[in-house]
């Protein structure tokens, strides 16, 4: 089974400054997917970055970076630049496809949440 | 563009009563579907999935169901609510290696 870990429940930065979310996971899969969701008060999950587990280089969109350490099960994900906008709760999920399912049907397991606030 | 549509969007029910949650997609054919559920403080559990018309795969044993009676067209269900059933519930699907969120149904049972 797959578990995904977000060991900062909650963070806050101040605005135009840097700040790191951790998440780590664990699972024997080799062929997988890493994601960030942004989730703000309005509670729409927005995709925020993704990163394929076969590729060595971390995923960049604009502000937002991840390092990704294969051996290590960790991915963590840079917020540059913070602006008010980003306060939302963050989910760092895992995908592999679904057994026995037509192609293109994924599960995605998600951590617990990392409550970001930007102060400005 | 593909669009993905939940309603109601709030819902507050007694313990008891029925329940029925609609989502639709727009822009795409035979979509993958799903039914997460968020429970307060917790990151997202996935309830149903189904890859066509109506093939329905569990992941969660409960006291909810889902169908699907049309390609674009994927409904979440439950005969009698319990407290615990409520939540925050979103539907998405998914392609190219990639899900997609509905905007979600708060549903409070009292």
């Known amino acids: 089974a797959q578990t995904v870990t977000q060991s900062q429940p909650e963070m806050s930065v101040q605005e135009a400054e840097t700040v790191t979310l951790s998440c780590t996971y664990d699972?024997?899969?080799?062929?997988?997917?890493l994601f960030w969701y942004k989730q703000p008060p309005s509670r729409q999950m927005i995709l925020v970055i993704r990163q394929e587990a076969y590729k060595q280089q971390n995923a960049t969109e604009n502000r937002f970076s991840v390092n990704f350490q294969k051996a290590a099960k960790s991915f963590s994900l840079k917020i540059s630049d913070s602006q008010l906008g980003d306060t939302a709760m963050y989910f760092c999920?895992?995908?592999?496809?679904?057994?026995?399912?037509?192609?293109?049907?994924?599960?995605?397991?998600f951590g617990k949440g990392t409550k970001l606030s930007v102060i400005p | 563009s593909q669009t993905i549509h939940q309603w109601p969007a709030t819902l507050v029910q007694p313990v008891g009563s029925p329940l029925s949650l609609e989502c639709t997609v727009e822009g795409t054919s035979n979509p993958n579907l799903y039914w997460y559920r968020q429970a307060a403080g917790r990151g997202l559990q996935l309830l149903f999935y189904?890859?066509?018309?109506?093939?329905i795969s569990s992941e969660v044993p409960q006291n909810l169901s889902a169908s699907r009676p049309q390609d674009r067209q994927f409904i979440l269900s439950s005969k009698k609510l319990l407290l615990s059933d409520s939540g925050f519930y979103l539907c998405?699907?998914?392609?190219?290696?990639?899900?997609?969120f509905g905007p979600g149904t708060r549903l409070t049972v009292t």
């Open positions: 999920a895992f995908m592999i496809s679904l057994p026995y399912s037509g192609a293109g049907s994924y599960q995605l397991t």
């Open positions: 189904s890859v066509g018309i109506g093939q």
């Open positions: 699972t024997s899969e080799n062929n997988y997917y």
């Open positions: 998405a699907w998914s392609a190219q290696n990639e899900q997609y």
